[in-house]
């Protein structure tokens, strides 16, 4: 059974930073690729980021240049380290795996999501 479990999230000023972490488990985790996405109230999923097996990241327009994404294939951790964090960015943040091919942004291309972990800035 595939699970991820999302952790990291909390209140933070804008400006700070915040380093979310997923661990996966009862998957193939150095074979597959891993993402974030993040859902606001009202709003729809948005993506965020991903890395692939082979470390190559992608990122959101929206957090290019402040949010990076690893992974420590030994813990089977995916971490996203949220740096200028702005009010904006406030959402639950979900972790996704196993992307069955197309474009990394879309959320249906994605087959195992976690719970999601809250994040807010406040201004």
């Known amino acids: 059974q595939v699970q991820l479990v999302e952790s990291g999230g909390r209140l933070v000023q804008a400006g700070g930073s915040l380093r979310l972490s997923c661990v996966a488990s009862?998957?193939?985790?150095?074979?597959?690729?891993m993402g974030w996405f993040r859902q606001a109230p009202g709003k729809e999923r948005e993506f965020v980021a991903a890395i692939s097996a082979g470390d190559r990241s992608t990122f959101g327009a929206t957090v290019k240049g402040r949010f990076t994404i690893s992974r420590d294939k030994a813990k089977n951790t995916v971490f996203l380290q949220m740096n200028s964090l702005k009010p904006e960015d406030t959402a639950v943040h979900y972790c996704a795996a196993s992307f069955s091919g197309g474009t990394m942004s879309d959320e249906a291309a994605w087959r195992y999501w976690g719970q999601g972990t809250q994040v807010t800035v406040s201004s």
């Open positions: 009862g998957l193939p985790f150095s074979s597959y690729s």
